[in-house]
């Protein structure tokens, strides 16, 4: 029988990092909230500026163009962070792989194996899509070809359909979720690998992802609540009033630099919680990945990450 890999380990893997590595965790998230300040720092005026174009009801050409280079904008800057929470998860998967030895670059990293977790992940989601895609056109035709006959029998038809896509997606993306650890793993392109090891592990990865979406929300729920509550309180407690006509950035302007600090406060639980998120993204797959090579009878040819020692030393310390 094929060995499994330890559900307590997975789980518990984040929890360790965040132990072992609360700096790191904070570091990580940091760099991805900075990026989102400089993205909101040059969204504002420009935000500003389409805000009074649309109370004033004029100029719609001015409002669209402003439209349009804050989309090309936006679009620019989510490349950017795509880029770095790919470097923060593959941080977090080298600190998770390598429990007992620190480092001082945090084990933020730009190079091959970046390109390896870039390029399954990209692969991955594209097939992924374009199966489902399939099955939902599929789905159409087959809707379309009943309902002419039998609304009622097309409806029924509908909605277990749409269970099976749903049951199928769910099993596909279970099936390759191990392929970016594995690729990371054995420093190669592992979609082979990665899919033989979800083979007969879809229970254990299904109850996995799981728990980890159950803690992703409780996450983000007590951070926006605690961030919520900084910048109310400050709001109202500076005693501010949104000015009653706004005609560009120049009327909002006093009131964000009255909140600058209030949203810098802000970056210490957001810097916490998405460090903490990557670890959640990171750690769970790559120890069960690492478990599930350790228990290949004949291990593939390649070599497992430099310097990480069993496992199962992630529980010691």
Avoid at 66 to 81: F, H, I, K, T, Y
Avoid at 165 to 173: M, N, P
């Amino acid at each position: 029988m094929k060995p499994g890999f330890s559900f307590n380990d997975a789980i518990g893997a984040p929890f360790v990092l965040l132990r072992r590595r609360p700096l790191y965790l904070f570091v990580w998230g940091l760099i991805m909230m900075a990026l989102v300040a400089a993205m909101y720092s040059l969204l504002i005026p420009a935000m500003g500026s389409m805000i009074g174009a649309a109370d004033r009801q004029e100029a719609f050409d001015i409002y669209m163009l402003e439209a349009v280079r804050l989309q090309a904008a936006l679009n620019g800057m989510n490349l950017v962070m795509y880029l770095i929470m790919l470097l923060t998860w593959t941080a977090a998967a080298r600190a998770t792989l390598s429990p007992g030895r620190g480092d001082r670059f945090l084990f933020l990293r730009l190079g091959m194996d970046e390109v390896r977790v870039a390029v399954t992940v990209v692969a991955v989601f594209v097939a992924w899509y374009i199966a489902l895609l399939v099955l939902i056109l599929i789905g159409v035709g087959i809707i379309a070809a009943l309902w002419s006959s039998s609304e009622a029998t097309a409806i029924v038809v509908l909605v277990l359909y749409g269970l099976l896509v749903l049951a199928l997606s769910i099993w596909g993306w279970l099936r390759v979720s191990l392929i970016a650890p594995a690729s990371l793993i054995l420093k190669r392109f592992a979609f082979v690998e990665g899919w033989a090891l979800a083979r007969g592990q879809m229970w254990k990865l299904f109850g996995l992802n799981l728990v980890v979406w159950l803690i992703y929300m409780v996450s983000l729920i007590l951070m926006y609540a605690l961030a919520g509550a900084i910048l109310v309180g400050s709001f109202f407690g500076q005693g501010l009033e949104w000015p009653a006509q706004v005609e560009g950035y120049a009327d909002v302007q006093p009131l964000v630099q009255a909140m600058i600090v209030p949203a810098l406060a802000t970056l210490i639980p957001f810097s916490i919680v998405f460090g903490w998120i990557m670890a959640l993204y990171a750690a769970p797959g790559v120890v069960a990945a690492r478990q599930l090579l350790d228990g290949v009878p004949t291990p593939p040819v390649g070599p497992i990450v430099e310097d990480a020692p069993p496992i199962d030393t992630l529980q010691s310390s």
